[in-house]
């Protein structure tokens, strides 16, 4: 009777030691289980981040774009009015030139006609004392 009930003790310990290594299997699965989806999790939220990087990176090459050409567009208009400006000074220069030249020509004229008025009377005067022939 003893074999008997060690027989029956060994092969309840043998059902036991099979059900926990069934059981230990099933753990084992799961884990395995558990850590590919987490793996893969892992690589689909790498895999969103790598693209929403991109797209910061895309986002921000275009600013940059935008703002250079913002830039540019800005120093063209600055470089015109400048050219605006250097040319309406230049005509200022001119006109003032030329009203300087024009009152210079007018004063030489004044004088001249001046000139032109003494020598009429000194001469009308030179021939007032002229003496008379008879």
Same mark, same amino acid.
């Not at 092969?11 to 699965?29: S, T």
């Not at 935008?66 to 063209?76: I, S």
């Given at each position: 009777?003893?074999?008997?009930?060690?027989?029956?003790?060994?092969? !309840?310990?043998?059902? $036991?030691? &099979? #059900? %926990?290594?069934?059981?230990?299997?099933?753990?084992? *699965? +799961?884990?395995?289980?558990?850590? !590919?989806?987490?793996? $893969?999790? &892992? #690589? %689909?939220?790498?895999?969103?981040?790598?693209?929403? *990087? +991109?797209?910061?990176?895309?986002?921000?090459?275009k600013h940059r774009e935008e703002l250079h050409a913002l830039e540019a567009e800005r120093e063209e208009m600055l470089k015109k009015k400048l050219e605006e400006q250097q040319k309406l000074r230049e005509a200022q220069d001119q006109e003032a030139a030329e009203a300087q030249?024009?009152?210079?020509?007018?004063?030489?004229?004044?004088?001249?006609?001046?000139?032109?008025?003494?020598?009429?009377?000194?001469?009308?005067?030179?021939?007032?004392?002229?003496?008379?022939?008879?």
């Amino acid at each position: 009777m003893w074999l008997r009930v060690s027989l029956s003790e060994a092969e !309840a310990q043998q059902q $036991e030691i &099979e #059900r %926990r290594r069934q059981e230990l299997q099933v753990l084992e *699965a +799961e884990r395995e289980d558990i850590r !590919a989806r987490k793996m $893969e999790e &892992e #690589r %689909r939220f790498t895999s969103e981040l790598q693209k929403w *990087a +991109e797209q910061q990176q895309e986002e921000l090459r275009k600013h940059r774009e935008e703002l250079h050409a913002l830039e540019a567009e800005r120093e063209e208009m600055l470089k015109k009015k400048l050219e605006e400006q250097q040319k309406l000074r230049e005509a200022q220069d001119q006109e003032a030139a030329e009203a300087q030249r024009v009152r210079e020509l007018r004063s030489k004229e004044a004088l001249e006609q001046e000139a032109e008025i003494q020598r009429k009377r000194s001469l009308d005067n030179m021939a007032g004392f002229q003496p008379r022939e008879p």
